[in-house]
């Protein structure tokens, strides 16, 4: 994808990292890890019913413009504009998550992710300079992994890397059991919006989409990883137990200490509805559960 006139300094100030030095394997992972420490994957605009777009430009004007994130076709499309304006060989492929209801992977065919890999990288532990990038998945990868077969551990996290059988010369990440989903299968070839945006669509619109049924919003660090689903937070990689926030403050206070999502673009009366739809929705799941764990 064009870098074209995305705002490479606003966005590392947005990351809060420096603007030195060459391509490296060693600037790829500081960049990385602040991109998902920093610009979480969330939902909102979904669950306010605002239409967006896979134009890696629309989504990285509201990360830096608005302070927001977004899911995998805005995170990482954003990101792969400015690794591209930073010197980096960036690839799209279209990509297959594979979630834990599923008795089999998926394959690259369903689209519901856009995956990153950067090339021309060498270093001890990938001599063919091979990066699996990846700053969509939300509670997934917080540094780039080798694009070689592997087990690879990240905080409380471990991945597994091997080839794909559902996508021929693709490759298959394997989430760790704690994760939100079993596996992500990509194709090799190089994609383009136009393989995402009907999956989109559906993503944003469907009474059947996940994103449209429950409020989410994830954060990732080196030692864990932040969720928020509906009114529920728990935090990967601690003992703490799900902690469900009751009133209206302490959830938007959440969402912006423990997320850095102050939503000052959104007035008074879209947090309303926004509140309102995410309680209902939550106490809707209490009746039909019974129960006090994670939705």
């Known amino acids: 994808m064009a870098a074209g006139d995305v705002d490479v300094d ?17 600037r790829l992972r500081a960049i990385h890890a602040a991109q998902v420490e920093r610009i979480p994957y969330e939902v ?21 413009e608005r302070h927001r994130g977004g899911y995998c076709y805005h995170l990482n499309g954003a990101f792969s ?11 799209w492929h279209r ?10 992977a998926v394959g690259s065919q369903r689209a519901n992710h856009l995956a990153l890999t950067v090339h021309g990288l060498p270093a001890p532990e990938c001599p063919a300079g091979d990066w699996l990038v990846d700053a969509g998945l939300g509670d997934g990868l917080h540094e780039p992994l080798p694009l ?7 905080g409380p996290l471990t991945f597994t890397l091997a080839h794909s059988t559902s996508d021929p ?13 079993a596996g992500m299968d990509f194709h090799p070839a190089r994609a383009t919006q136009a393989d995402f945006r009907a999956r989109h669509e559906w993503l944003s619109t469907s009474p059947e989409s996940g994103f449209v049924r429950t409020f989410a919003v994830q954060r990732r660090d080196a ?8 009114c529920v937070l728990t935090r990967v990689g601690s003992d703490a137990p799900p902690l469900t926030l009751d009133t209206r403050d302490e959830w938007f206070g959440t969402l912006a200490d423990t997320f850095d999502l102050p939503l000052t673009d959104i007035d008074d009366t879209a947090r309303t509805r926004l509140w309102s739809r995410v309680r209902r929705a939550h106490e809707d799941w209490l009746s039909t559960s019974g129960t006090s764990a994670t939705p």
């Not at 070689?148 to 990240?154: F, L």
């Not at 010369?169 to 989903?181: M, N």
């Open 10 to 26: 606003g966005y590392l100030r947005r990351l809060k990292v420096g603007h030195d030095g060459p391509p490296s394997i060693e």
């Open 44 to 64: 909102i605009e979904i669950q306010l019913g605002n239409p967006t777009t896979v134009d890696p430009h629309e989504a990285a004007e509201r990360i830096l």
């Open 81 to 91: 504009l400015l690794l591209e304006a930073l010197g980096y060989d960036v690839v």
């Open 95 to 104: 990509a297959g998550i594979h979630n834990h209801a599923e008795s089999a």
């Open 148 to 154: 070689r077969p592997g087990t690879y551990a990240q």
């Open 169 to 181: 010369g693709g490759w298959r990440l394997e989430h760790d059991p704690k994760g939100s989903f």
């Open 223 to 230: 030692h864990g990883v932040d969720i928020l689903r509906g």
